[in-house]
């Protein structure tokens, strides 16, 4: 009877401390958390830190992902992790555009990148776009080890496809999101 209590109690805990979803405060800074992976596909995690019983604490706004196309999966880290970027700048754009927010990237070459004199076309072409954001925008390098936010969404990326198993009709008509 007692393991069944401590199971009932663990669970309970576990329901009252899942990670959901917020509502974004656009007032306040966000956290994009992003991360490639060569070959298999792109993720990233929007934050924000809110006020929540009296206390600051971090909430999930969203989670995207994406598969590389054929040509994409070719790159190197670093071009992967600049195409990760601007991809969630692309898509996020409603909620980062005129924000300040940090990116939070496992890779130490993004740090650079505003400032980097690119000679690649690929990383150019992305690099412009990332631009705007300058002022805005601070990449911070975060260890692979405690970077886990958006590193399963990068392995196995899931569209909202009628193949996607988490496939939902209603919201993919009410949400105007685009994948790769």
Partial sequence: MKERRDEYERIKHELKNAPALILPDFKLPFKLYIDAACSQGLG???HHRQIVDGEPREGVICYISGKLKHP???H???QTECLCL??????LHY???GAVFEVYTDCTALKSLLN???TNRHMLRWQI????YRGNIIIIYKEFKSHTNADGLRIWPLDNVKRNPAYDPEVAAKIPIHFM
């Fill in 44 to 46: 990233a995690a929007l």
């Fill in 72 to 74: 994409e999966a070719r």
């Fill in 76 to 78: 190197g880290a670093t």
């Fill in 86 to 91: 601007f991809w969630a700048l692309e898509e």
């Fill in 95 to 97: 909620y980062l555009e």
């Fill in 116 to 118: 980097m004199k690119i």
């Fill in 129 to 132: 776009p990332i631009q705007e």
